[in-house]
């Protein structure tokens, strides 16, 4: 922390300002991941305290000089936080949207072949990947410095833009999905209101037809109805 503290302009150059927008684009990954998931705001809070104690340590780390040990110690511990981010998504918030994926079938009798749970899967399998690549790129640029600031900022930024487009890319599907299936079900109900308001409804009653048969013995409505002509 004191090799932190003294951090001197001399030093390789710190960008502050991506490190707070790296910490900006994971803090929305995880809040679109907890509103697909509709987990408990315990899942929410454990998973934005891990995620800004992760860049906190990453931001210490960038600011010790490469010659002390403690830089890569402070890189371990925000990959510990890593890890522990990566349990409360994989684990609370997965279990929350699976929870709500088997309780929106049991309501909407299988009106979509796509539920919540595998839009939150596929948003959490497009996440995790670039949280882990994010640590990884780490070790290249502020930990051995084996690339120039230039370099740093584009491969950075790329990261940012596909990540961003990828998870706001399946929230907006989420968004449309759950719209579909209100819409399936409000059809659904008002087809069956109908069905069941037809089924109550009695029958008109109508008077048997009578053919003139031209017989000498049909003198009346009776004799037609005995006769069953």
């Known amino acids: 922390l004191s090799a932190a503290i003294s951090y001197s302009p ?8 991506r490190r707070i927008a790296l910490l900006v684009a994971t803090s929305s990954h995880v809040l679109v991941l907890w509103l697909l998931s509709n987990a408990p705001n315990d899942a929410l809070g454990l998973s934005l305290g891990c995620n800004c104690l992760m ?19 402070f890189w371990l511990f ?8 990566t349990y409360s ?3 609370l918030m997965r279990a929350a949207a699976t929870a709500q994926s088997v309780q929106s079938k049991g309501l909407a009798h299988g009106t979509s072949n796509v539920s919540s749970s595998d839009v ?29 600031g230039n370099t740093e900022l584009l491969v950075y930024g790329a990261m940012d833009i596909l990540s961003n487009i990828a998870i706001s890319a399946l929230y907006l599907y989420a968004c449309c999905l759950n719209l579909m ?18 089924s109550d409804s009695k029958p008109i009653s109508q008077e048997p037809a009578y053919v003139d048969c031209n017989c000498t013995a049909c003198h009346s ?6 006769l069953n002509v």
Not at 10 to 17: A, E, G, K, M, T
Not at 138 to 143: D, T
């Open 120 to 148: 939150f899967n596929r948003a959490m399998w497009v996440s995790f990947p670039f949280w882990l690549t994010y640590a990884m790129l780490w070790i290249f640029f502020e930990g051995s410095r084996s690339a120039d």
């Open 55 to 73: 860049h906190g340590c990453f931001l210490v780390a960038t600011l010790i000089p490469s010659t002390q040990p403690s830089k890569w110690l």
């Open 181 to 198: 299936q209100e819409r399936l079900e409000t059809l659904r109900s008002l087809i069956l209101r109908r069905k069941s308001s037809g």
């Open 221 to 226: 409505r009776e004799t037609h109805e005995n």
């Open 10 to 17: 001399s030093d390789p150059n710190v960008w502050y300002v």
């Open 89 to 91: 998504v994989f684990k």
């Open 78 to 85: 925000g990959l510990l936080f890593l890890f522990v981010l």
